[in-house]
Each structure stands twice: as structure tokens, then as C-alpha cells.
Nanobody, 119 residues
Framework: EVQLVESGGGSVQAGGSLRLSCTTSGFRFGWNHMAWYRQTPDNEDELISCIGGGGMTYYSSSVKGRFTISRDNTMATVALQMNSLKPEDTAVYYC?????????????RGQGTQVTVFS
């Protein structure tokens, strides 16, 4: 069974940093693309970053230059380092196993972790 468990959310002042981590199991992690999404308070899902098995990355324009995605294929984990956080980054963040053909096609997602940025 595919399992994705996020950790590392919390509350932080604008300008601060948080690091999210996603622990996975149940599939060949190194062969698959992984992504971080966020669901805003108005329930819109946004793909914010994606990483291929070989390390190629994608970032949305809203987070590029502030967030960094990384993966550890040995530990089957994917992380999201978030710097220079803004109030508009407030959302539930979740990691997702996505199709290698498209980071927008989610195969499985985690339960999510809340990130709140206050000014």
C-alpha cells in the first residue's frame, strides 16, 4: 500500500522558514516523480514543486527562488525547504506521488500539514 506522511508544518512569522518532509512507502520511490501541492483556504489546489527521480525540478512562479525541493532516494523521502515565507503561503501542504508523464496527475497524496504564516 502506498503511504505518504507529511511533517514539519506549523506557524511562522512572515520572512521566516519552515522545512516540510514527506516519508513514503509502498512503491519504488526512486523511479517516480514526487510533488508538493498546497490547498489554499478557498480550497484551490496549487502544484508548487515537482522533482523527478533523477533530481530534475519544477517550481511554480509563486515560490521559485524561495522554496527548494529535494529528495533522498535511499530514505524514500522528499522535502520542501521554504524560506522568505509570506502570509499568502498559508495553506495545507501535501506531498503527492505523481505520474512521471505529468506532475499534475496525482496518483496518491498524503493527508497534508498546515502551514500558517502571520504578518
Amino acid at each position: 500500500e502506498v503511504q505518504l506522511v507529511e511533517s514539519g508544518g506549523g506557524s511562522v512569522q512572515a520572512g521566516g522558514s519552515l522545512r516540510l518532509s514527506c516519508t513514503t512507502s509502498g512503491f519504488r520511490f526512486g523511479w517516480n516523480h514526487m510533488a508538493w501541492y498546497r490547498q489554499t483556504p478557498d480550497n484551490e489546489d496549487e502544484l508548487i514543486s515537482c522533482i523527478g527521480g533523477g533530481g530534475m525540478t519544477y517550481y511554480s512562479s509563486s515560490v521559485k527562488g524561495r522554496f527548494t525541493i529535494s529528495r533522498d532516494n535511499t530514505m524514500a523521502t522528499v522535502a520542501l525547504q521554504m524560506n522568505s515565507l509570506k502570509p499568502e503561503d498559508t495553506a495545507v501542504y501535501y506531498c503527492a506521488l505523481v505520474e512521471n508523464s505529468s506532475c499534475y496527475n496525482i496518483q496518491k497524496r498524503g493527508q497534508g500539514t498546515q502551514v500558517t504564516v502571520f504578518s
